[in-house]
């Protein structure tokens, strides 16, 4: 009997539509969160001279085989759930147990992935994003990554006063108490005459790319499913996670020369998944700005009818498109 091992938090409802998809198709699926381990999910896993990893992951309710899992789908699962008596260095050995443990077993598979997680964590890097996708023939807007004050007034000089910046690494952030989000934002005179607290961390520049619309790329496996993303406000003009309520959406077509960069830009980084953005220019020129190997992609389903959660099944079932 063949598996399907889904790896996501137990609350991400974008990996109940692939669930489902799967089941539909009539997949077996063992769904978990790494949160389940070690309190509600059970390991055992065995190898030997004679046979590579053998055993399986079991619940109150559910069970696996090793042996029978052909494919995974891993996505953002929560932190471990350890018991509430460890003591704090307690809690952080057995938390490095459990990811060497249950995430190398889960790890070594020898099936298809979307994506491998060592993958997903190296693709997380825009310094090896933009390399990458220029050595696969995408364009890139010019870019500083600095932290240096004399270093970033050079730049916007070099390209003409017309610079955004944005963060290097996720934008979201917890600050009291509250989530918020860092926008990609325009440089400003004001903010070249004071660049105080630049020194503190990574800031990247990037030269400001006139723009008649971005696309959202999804792209899973060697299907390349994009969507227009129309700005309806000067703020979403700029960032449109900005503005949502002000997008419009449109199906399009990946020009050919475009496509054929994705393809090796995910042949490079070794991906099977991966929300890709660009810049349409007026000309309509396409550049890339970056690729998520874990970004979101149901609310564009949702907009446009892009059948992303089928592709992922079909993707994790080997199944031809």
């Not at 669930?19 to 381990?37: C, H, N, P, S, Y």
């Not at 989000?181 to 030269?207: K, N, P, S, W």
């Not at 042949?267 to 998944?273: E, I, P, Q, S």
């Amino acid at each position: 009997m063949s598996a399907v091992l889904v790896i996501a938090a137990r609350d991400d409802w974008p990996t109940d539509r692939v669930v489902k998809a799967l089941t539909d198709g009539g997949a077996e699926v063992f769904r978990m969160d790494t949160a389940e381990f070690p309190l509600d999910l059970t390991l055992a896993g065995r190898i030997d001279a004679r046979q590579g990893w053998s055993g399986g992951l079991a619940t109150s309710r559910r069970a696996v085989d090793l042996a029978d899992i052909t494919a995974v789908y891993y996505r953002t699962p929560n932190a471990f759930e350890l018991p509430p008596t460890m003591s704090g260095p307690e809690r952080r050995f057995a938390a490095a147990q459990a990811r060497s443990g249950l995430g190398g077993i889960i790890t070594a598979l020898d099936c298809r992935w979307v994506s491998h997680p060592a993958a997903m964590s190296r693709a997380e890097y825009k310094p090896l994003q933009l390399a990458s996708a220029r050595d696969c023939g995408l364009a890139i807007p010019p870019t500083l990554i600095t932290n240096s004050a004399d270093a970033a007034r050079a730049f916007v000089g070099d390209m003409g006063g017309r610079v955004i910046c944005k963060p290097v690494a996720s934008p979201v952030l917890i600050e009291d108490d509250q989530l918020k989000t860092v926008y990609t934002r325009r440089v400003t005179e004001e903010d070249l005459a004071d660049l105080r607290g630049i020194e503190t961390t990574a800031h990247l520049f990037q030269a400001w790319v006139d723009k008649a619309h971005e696309v959202r790329l999804t792209v899973v496996g060697d299907r390349l499913l994009a969507a227009e993303v129309h700005a309806g406000s000067d703020a979403a003009h700029t960032d449109w996670r900005s503005d949502y309520a002000s997008l419009t959406y449109q199906v399009v077509q990946v020009p050919d020369t475009v496509a054929a960069g994705v393809r090796s830009y995910m042949g490079k980084l070794n991906l099977r998944f991966a929300a890709m953005d660009f810049i349409v220019g007026p000309d309509g020129a396409w550049t890339f700005l970056e690729a998520n190997p874990c970004g979101q992609w149901d609310w564009i389903e949702h907009h446009t009818g892009l059948p992303i959660a089928q592709a992922i099944a079909d993707e994790l079932q080997g199944a031809a498109t």
